[in-house]
């Protein structure tokens, strides 16, 4: 294969104003040489996709549509064996001349092996990442895996072990270093103008739509997700270690769960709920037009996608997408506070509230020369209204609830040190995250090309933001500092090791 990610992250980080050290550099782009196009000796990729949920369908697009001319699509598999089907209609609609193949998850080995599949792209629940990462590298294909790479220390050492042994292939799909303003942060980082680094202040906020459905779906359950920590936070734990071009060293978390959940609703005085959003059908119930809107409810019935790919296939794995947030069983925090110690010295104080009335995040980043600051508002309001379909995630569909105090939208202002501020411009592109979806699957499919800001990440980087969530949680069970190199995560996570 060719790898272009090797020449492309020499040049980014030559200029990186908080390394600055060429050698360490190269050797930081062989260990994300992880990061290579999809094209290999055949002029398709053949790719097998395991877990057809939600987000599995972005890829599939992409194979259908834009990139078909460098990615074929040779199987799906899921447990779910009415969410195959689900795709296998959806490709009908983009084009596909025949269903494809579908295999059962136990048989990933032998299909790799029988079909000569290049890459295996992973979209199943987080617990279940580092096993198929494992077993497909050991059968000989390459991977592509959704964030978080795996949710705890054992998977991080058995990941690293197979990617040794086999010398094959890990992507980690950070989405959210593409979107433009994420990208225009570390440009100004890199570019020296506000100096060396000293902390950064970052808190993200997920409203009471977006949020509240990490507590109705399988992320509830620490086991499943590792928790906001890790199945959300390491998206922002990996900017900060993108932006500062550093590694985490230290860790202090501090949590609970104070919104969601049995208790916390019994505290406030809310009645017994209904177990789910969802009636029975011809019963009324918490999502009954007839009934008082509930917020909190998800109707599964109300959007054909989630009714269709949930709904109509419980009867296959009794799985419900639409739990009622305020019932037990949730081993998750909403509520989380960390300081990061990075191993060049800056700090982070990080924030994660999942029941917010906006949802949107803030970044300040202070260095020598003067400070940055990202401040983006993804739904400015979340307003009860029943007419309207709900978007989940404000950030992948763009949404027009705001009102006059809050707008939606984002800002970076940068200001040095005895100078007037000034904003910097942010260019978007079109689809979700600003544009970003596009360029990371561009990357992707065509291979990442020259990138100044080095933004294809590889299994390295994906280990080094969930080390942040997993470091996190033993603090939270410990109530002390912990540090990263004592998670025993099996590799040396120092840039340029
Ligand atoms: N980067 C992003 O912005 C982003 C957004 C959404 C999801 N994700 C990630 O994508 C992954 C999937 O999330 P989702 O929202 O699509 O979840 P989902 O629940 O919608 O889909 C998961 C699918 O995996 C299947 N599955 C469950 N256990 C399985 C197993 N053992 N073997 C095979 N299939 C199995 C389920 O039946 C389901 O179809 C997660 O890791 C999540 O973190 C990333």
Known sequence: MVNTAESSSATAFTSAPLTGKAAEDARESAARESVAPLTGARTKARIALIGTGGRSEMYIRAIFGKHADTAELVAFSDVNPGRVEFYQKLIQELGAPAPVASFAPADLTAFIQANNIDRVVVTTPDYTHADYIVEALKAGADVVVEKPLTIDAEGCRRITKAVGETGRNVVVTFNYRYSPRNSALKEIIQSG??????????????????????????????????????????????????????????????????????????????????????????????????????????????????????????????????????????????????????????????????????????????????????????????????????????????????????????????????????????????????????????????????????????????????????????SLESSLPVRIEDLDLGVDLRRGA
């Open 193 to 474: 103008v506000i100096g060396k680094v000293t902390s950064i202040d970052f808190s993200w906020v997920l409203d009471t739509v977006h949020g509240a459905d990490y507590f109705r779906r399988w992320h509830r359950e620490k086991k499943n997700s590792g928790g906001l920590l890790i199945h959300k936070a390491s998206h922002h734990f990996d900017l900060v270690n993108w932006w500062l071009n550093d590694v985490p060293e230290r860790v202090f978390a501090s949590g609970g769960l104070k919104f969601y959940g049995d208790k916390n609703a019994a505290e406030r005085g809310l009645g017994p709920r209904p177990e789910r959003g969802t009636p029975d059908a011809g019963s009324p119930g918490i999502g009954d037009k007839t009934a008082e809107k509930d917020p909190f409810a998800l109707d599964l019935r109300e959007d054909e996608r989630l009714k269709a790919l949930f709904l109509d296939n419980e009867h296959y794995d009794g799985y419900r997408r639409d739990q009622d947030v305020f019932t037990g069983g949730i081993t998750i925090e909403d509520n989380l506070a960390l300081v990061v110690e990075y191993q060049g010295g800056p700090r982070l104080s990080y924030s994660l509230n999942a029941h917010s009335p906006w949802e949107g995040y803030r970044v300040a980043v202070n260095g020598t020369e003067g400070r940055a600051e990202l401040e983006v508002v993804e739904r400015a309001a979340v307003l009860n209204s029943t007419d309207q379909k709900t978007v989940m995630d404000p950030s992948a569909t763009p949404v027009e609830e705001e009102d006059a105090i809050r707008r939606n939208g984002e800002r970076l202002v940068v200001q040095r040190h005895w100078e007037q501020a000034y904003e910097v411009p942010i260019i978007n592109g079109e689809g979700g995250h600003g544009g970003g979806d596009e360029l990371l699957l561009s990357d992707l499919f065509n291979g990442p090309g020259e990138d100044p800001l080095g933004r294809p990440s590889g299994y390295l980087d994906g280990i080094r933001s969930v080390s942040v969530g997993i470091a996190g949680n033993r």
